[in-house]
């Protein structure tokens, strides 16, 4: 072993002390005599180790910086280097000029071979896509750090506006949203603020009563197991107890472990009536839903779906690039892509095509027209897969279509879909009849998400078609099942 790399173990084994440890402990554990440990422990602190102790008493790390040469791997310096051009390109003023300072700092004390690195990586941090925000970072994590009281106005989904008074103890960076964890006295509960929506913030001066270790530790068990353990797959109950099924005499069971699968175990379960005179239908109704989906995806749109029939279902969430990639969701869908719902042995994806099928599967819960009266249905839901969705996407790509393009494609121009949807919507309570079905949860869907997110226009006609939707209350539970997946999701790394 050379000297460098004995320094350099002596150095990790201190740290995973916090206690005083004895020079006889630590020579044993390194493999070298005393008298080696003992000229060690004087080289180390010659180059600036804080190391506190004396031959006798035992020895240990004081907190502060030490980085010893060639303590880092090259995979460790570009991990390091990718990490702080991370915060130099997205995070407030601040933090980006205290992560300059710090990549020159490590750069001046590696040697040539690594310090190149830092400059010279092939991982490039790319500009990403952030909410412009009303408030200074740096107030926030001031707050956060003194522990102190904000006042905000905020600005909830719907948008309606409320005054706060909060107890702000974790800030969230995320890719395209950035999201405050505080304790709220409006609501007295634990909230989840997105930073997009606070409209002003001021620091009162006044420490909060508790400390921010603690309510962080609280609201962490708050929101249910996993959080803190999540890997690729997010599983967890949408009730944070264990699963539960109605028996026939109203008492309620744990359900039973579902099949074994390399797939997660999550539930969400609704009590449904199986009172159908059809023996084979009844048999079909019976079976197992399986939804598999991701906090951000069109999954919420079958979530309704589901929420609406009351049906029970088993929740499995995936995440992007990783699990909806792995060989056993391939199986299920090539395409690696949410949502997927499997029932028995039928498999089904396309969001559109997932509603279309529970409408048929479950006619008890009249989310689909009689047979004959299916015209305007079929319709404007694949209308809205279609065109919609097509033309939609390639106006948010930022394509113009030339008068060629428009006429092979099938979708045609944004302008001419956005005013044939809301001629079709104009005056009207439902898309395709005087009842409310799995149309107007695929089309009011994409309404509700295109005037949320500034990719649709919010003419009257939306506006006013889809105010009467989103308070069913299947769509006000599905968004908090929504909510808490993503809060669970965005903060899962905690």
């Not at 000229?39 to 240990?60: F, M, N, Q, S, T």
Request: aromatic letters at 8%; hydrophobic letters at 40%; a neutral charge.
């Amino acid at each position: 072993m050379s000297r460098t790399t004995r320094l350099f173990d002596l150095m990790q084994v201190l740290r995973r002390h916090r206690k005083p440890v004895s020079g006889k402990t630590l020579a044993q554990e390194l493999g070298v005599s005393l008298r080696t440990l003992y000229r060690d422990i004087a080289d180390l602190k010659a180059i600036g180790a804080h190391i506190d102790g004396e031959p006798g008493l035992g020895y240990v790390l004081s907190p502060g910086f030490m980085l010893p040469p060639l303590m880092f791997s090259a995979e460790e310096v570009e991990a390091l280097a990718l990490g702080l051009k991370w915060v130099e390109r997205r995070a407030d003023h601040e933090l980006a000029s205290a992560a300059t300072d710090v990549l020159a700092k490590v750069g001046a004390v590696l040697p040539p071979e690594l310090s190149y690195k830092l400059e010279d990586s092939s991982l490039i941090v790319g500009s990403g896509f952030v909410r412009p925000l009303s408030v200074e970072l740096t107030q926030l994590r001031r707050a956060i750090r003194e522990e102190c009281k904000i006042s905000i106005r905020y600005r909830d989904r719907s948008g309606s506006h409320s005054a706060r008074t909060i107890w702000p103890f974790a800030l969230g960076y995320f890719e395209s949203m950035r999201m405050l964890a505080a304790w709220c006295e409006l609501r007295q509960d634990y909230r989840q603020f997105r930073l997009d929506r606070i409209e002003s913030a001021t620091l009162l001066g006044e420490h909060y009563p508790r400390r921010r270790h603690d309510l962080r530790k609280e609201w962490l068990a708050s929101l249910g197991p996993d959080v803190r353990s999540s890997a690729d797959l997010l599983s967890w109950h949408t009730s944070g107890q264990p699963s539960k099924q109605s028996t026939s005499e109203g008492k309620a069971i744990l359900a039973p472990p579902a099949e074994k699968t390399l797939l997660p175990q999550s539930v969400s379960i609704r009590d449904y009536d199986l009172s159908v005179a059809n023996n084979n239908m009844e048999k079909r109704m019976e079976q197992e839903i399986i939804l598999y989906t991701h906090p951000y995806s069109r999954g919420g749109i079958v979530l309704w779906m589901l929420e609406e029939l009351g049906v029970p279902y088993r929740l499995e969430y995936l995440e992007y690039g990783q699990s909806m990639k792995a060989p056993e969701f391939l199986a299920i869908n090539p395409m690696g892509k949410v949502p997927a719902i499997r029932h028995g042995d039928v498999i089904v994806t396309e969001a559109a095509a997932i509603c279309a099928y529970l409408a048929d599967t479950f006619p008890a819960a009249g989310l689909a027209p009689e047979l004959h009266d299916r015209g305007a249905y079929y319709r404007w839901l694949f209308f809205a897969a279609g065109p919609l969705e097509a033309a939609g996407g390639l106006s948010l790509c930022k394509v113009e279509l030339n008068p060629e393009q428009e006429m092979q494609l099938g979708c045609g121009r944004i302008e001419t879909v956005l005013d044939t949807l809301a001629t079709a919507v104009r005056g009207r309570q439902f898309i395709a009849g005087d009842r409310f079905s799995a149309a107007d949860i695929y089309v009011g869907s994409h309404i509700g998400w295109g005037m949320e997110f500034g990719t649709m226009d919010k003419r009257p006609e939306f506006v006013e078609y889809w105010d009467g939707l989103k308070n069913r209350p299947a769509h006000l539970h599905t968004e908090q099942l929504i909510e808490k997946a993503l809060t669970k999701h965005a903060w899962s790394g905690m």
